[in-house]
């Protein structure tokens, strides 16, 4: 997971990212039903690779008491602004494969395929067993991944010809605090032998001229393509017991068309 990071690039993700990543359909309602009937104030979340706080702001400001991990020190500072005023959300700086929070949570959720950050058994496995150590007996765990489904599996072995490394534009985006356009581009490869995608992000501030006036570069972001039985092994070998796999986030079944994959595991200690 390691890499050189430049300050200026950094903050420029963070200060981007909530534009960039939006909710997905019926995302929230899924978190909300870990909560059951209980209040939820009588829960006590925990967020791995929690970013910004998209995700945890949200549970937090309708009762939730949370506990948001990331690594990113620019993705924290953003999440801290965000979250004034805020008493039942707090942020800490980690590695989400080694961590120690001092204490047990009744769930943990790791949203947006973060967890595909982890390109190795050993430290995917370091990651799931860590978080197992911090829930209580019966605590529940989500995993929300890429699905490598009909879709994904044809756009990976495009990755291999034609569109492999080429630069596509993506969004343009206004900055929040500048205010000036922002067109955003990516450029992914594959490594089938490793089931790695990697990805470069490339930020260009346009002026009112339509000129570009600066340009960032992130990457290679390695990302890890997870299938199906290989997560089953995963959670296994790190002591849970799964409970459900689904397709969306309306508990669809997963099919060959899903384009998400998301595991519900319980604590079995």
């Known amino acids: 997971m390691s890499r050189r990071t430049d300050p200026a690039v950094e903050t420029l993700y963070a200060q981007l990212y909530d534009l960039s990543v939006p909710d997905w359909p019926g995302e929230m309602d899924f978190y909300r039903a870990l909560i059951g009937d209980r209040k939820p104030e009588e829960v006590n ?22 506990v948001g991990l990331d690594h990113s020190e620019w993705m924290l500072d953003v999440a801290r602004s965000k979250s004034r005023g805020i008493q039942n959300v707090r942020w800490a700086r980690g590695d989400m494969r080694s961590f120690d929070l001092g ?76 205010g000036r356009r922002i067109q955003t581009s990516q450029a992914w490869t594959y490594e089938p032998s490793t089931q790695t995608a990697s990805l470069l992000m490339v930020w260009e501030e346009i002026d009112a001229d339509g000129k570009v006036t600066s340009r960032w570069e992130r990457g290679p972001i390695r990302l890890h393509c997870v299938f199906r039985f290989e997560m089953r092994h995963l959670l296994e070998r790190a002591g849970f017991e799964i409970e459900a796999v689904y397709g969306d986030f309306h508990r669809g079944a997963l099919s060959d068309d899903s384009s998400d994959m998301l595991w519900v595991a319980t604590n079995r200690q």
């Open 103 to 178: 204490e047990r949570f009744t769930c943990a959720i790791i949203p947006g395929h973060a967890f595909q950050n982890l390109v190795t058994p050993e430290d995917q496995t370091a990651c799931l067993e860590c978080i197992k150590r911090h829930l209580v007996p019966g605590g529940k765990l989500v995993v929300h991944l890429d699905h490598m489904g009909h879709e994904n599996t044809i756009w990976l072995g495009s990755l291999r010809g034609c569109k492999g490394g080429v630069f596509e534009p993506g969004q343009v985006l206004i900055h929040p605090e500048t």
């Open 45 to 66: 979340l925990l967020e791995v690779a929690s970013g910004t706080g998209r995700v945890a702001l949200q549970l937090a400001r309708e009762g939730t008491n949370v």
